[in-house]
């Protein structure tokens, strides 16, 4: 099955800082790439997401790559600010008429500091 | 426009009962995937529900089991609990036909005891 790796585990970066989070995925048939968000004791929010046909997507200040041959894909966040400061996951699947089952990696605690 | 809901936010169980856990999609969404977050981790998939059936199955044990409705809300039913089972149960709900996004309910925390 599917196996995703994250890292790093913690981050810590100043306010306006670029922030960078990677994810190597195993299975070669997925096609799709979700980044989730998780406050404390809240519900993981989709922040953005990529599938296999792209290898860019921006939203504002976050953006994901993802590079199909080393089976690796990247969250970055820009200027970031103390709101950013969460959990957050990476997750793959392989999306098909059969359902789509997300893996998700073991999560980055990101620390904006003032 | 309601999102994904779940009940009940939270729930104590002794170990060897067994927990029903409900959640109702967002608005316009038909398929229901269930996920196992322990503390400190990623979700865990367990199930996922369409048309009333188990599209697909993680890793997890016969003990867990689920059923959908007709009005697309969803169940997990967890029997002879055991003390690892506590966890935030996660629902997400989808629209297979257009969208691969899924959104999640705000969980059921478990505590077995």
């Known amino acids: 099955g599917e196996n995703v790796e994250q890292h790093p585990s913690t981050l810590s970066v100043q306010e306006g800082d670029s922030a960078v989070i990677k994810c190597t995925y195993s299975?070669?048939?997925?096609?799709?790439f979700p980044w989730y968000k998780q406050e404390l004791g809240k519900r993981p929010q989709l922040i953005i997401d990529i599938r296999s046909n792209v290898g860019e997507k921006k939203d504002q200040r976050i953006a994901v790559t993802l590079n199909k041959t080393a089976k690796h894909f990247s969250l970055h966040i820009t200027e970031t600010q103390p709101e950013d400061s969460a959990v957050y996951f990476c997750?793959?699947?392989?999306?098909?008429?059969?359902?789509?089952?997300?893996?998700f990696g073991t999560g980055t605690q990101l620390k904006v500091e003032l | 426009d309601a999102g994904v809901t779940q009940s009940p936010t939270h729930l104590i169980k002794t170990r060897g009962q067994q927990v029903t856990l409900r959640c109702s999609p967002k608005s316009g969404h038909d398929t229901v995937s269930w996920y196992q977050q322990a503390l400190g981790q990623g979700p865990q998939f367990i199930f996922q529900?369409?048309?009333?059936?188990?599209?697909q199955r993680g890793n997890f044990p016969d003990r867990f089991s689920g059923h959908q409705f007709p009005n697309y809300s969803s169940e997990l039913n967890v029997n002879a609990l055991l003390l690892g089972d506590s966890a935030l149960y996660l629902c997400?709900?989808?629209?297979?036909?257009?969208?691969?996004?899924?959104?999640f309910g705000p969980g059921t925390r478990l505590t077995v005891t």
């Open positions: 997750a793959a699947s392989r999306v098909t008429g059969g359902g789509n089952k997300l893996t």
């Open positions: 299975d070669s048939a997925s096609n799709y």
């Open positions: 529900y369409y048309e009333e059936e188990e599209r």
């Open positions: 997400a709900s989808s629209y297979r036909g257009l969208s691969y996004e899924q959104y």
